[in-house]
């Protein structure tokens, strides 16, 4: 089964107007982290947000948002006010209980690319 | 990021040959990782390490091995590469346990032919 789900394999958003990307995870955890990472044409990877299972408030970082449903098992990403910077690859990411010989591992889903259009 | 630096960035292989992939971090981070990425399937894990010849496997292992002999390095060997292991492949590094900041390499592009 896939630990990671994101649906939407490619999205346009109009420039300045906010964009939904939606992540499904599953795991029986209790403990555990979910990141989004943000991938340009460049290639790299570059981390946006992070939520922990215990966290109450939804986490921010500028633009972004991580709207978080524990009982839903969703982690969806909102950016506000889209640039044409931010056309790019987008993938969900979690990492289950933090255990030493577990390696902390990073499991991804399979990506949303985004085109912002001016 | 100048922490990590993988090698070669580019590589063109003939199917059967060994390969090697190097990864190097100058953050003396415990964990390091090797992912590859496809289109369609995001990145995938191979193997990792939490600490020096401490290493495992990930979910798609087959046809890769590992080694870290010290904490910077940390390869990735196709021992008879096939056309089915061209793909990008990414290094990431995390500090430690209680760390969430993983820090990723700019990644090798490997074609297989």
């Known amino acids: 089964a896939q630990k990671i789900t994101q649906t939407q394999p490619g999205m346009f958003v109009q420039e300045k107007e906010a964009v939904t990307l939606d992540c499904t995870y599953d795991?029986?955890?209790?403990?555990?982290?979910l990141f989004w990472y943000k991938q340009p044409s460049s290639g790299e990877m570059i981390f946006l947000i992070y939520?922990?299972?215990?966290?109450?408030q939804n986490a921010t970082e500028g633009r972004y948002s991580l709207n978080f449903q524990k009982a839903r098992k969703s982690a969806n990403l909102v950016i506000s006010a889209s640039q044409l910077g931010d056309s790019a690859m987008y993938f969900c990411?979690?990492?289950?209980?933090?255990?030493?010989?577990?390696?902390?591992?990073?499991?991804f889903g399979g990506g949303t690319r985004v085109l912002v259009k001016p | 990021d100048a922490g990590i630096t993988q090698s070669p960035r580019h590589k063109v292989t003939e199917t059967g040959t060994p390969v090697t992939l190097r990864c190097h971090q100058t953050?003396?981070?415990?964990?390091m990782y090797w992912y590859r990425q496809d289109p369609g399937h995001g990145l995938r894990l191979i193997h990792y390490?939490?600490?020096?010849?401490?290493?495992d496997k990930g979910e798609v292992s087959d046809g890769y091995s590992v080694s870290r002999s010290k904490t910077e390095d940390f390869l990735l060997t196709l021992e008879s590469a096939t056309s089915s292991q061209t793909s990008v492949y990414f290094c990431?590094?995390?500090?430690?346990?209680?760390?969430?900041?993983?820090?990723f390499g700019s990644g090798t592009r490997l074609t297989v032919v």
């Open positions: 990411a979690m990492r289950e209980r933090a255990v030493k010989a577990a390696g902390n591992k990073l499991t």
């Open positions: 939520q922990g299972s215990y966290d109450e």
């Open positions: 795991t029986s955890d209790q403990s555990y982290g």
């Open positions: 390490s939490y600490g020096v010849k401490d290493t």
């Open positions: 953050e003396n981070h415990r964990y």
């Open positions: 990431a590094t995390l500090e430690g346990i209680a760390n969430y900041g993983y820090t």
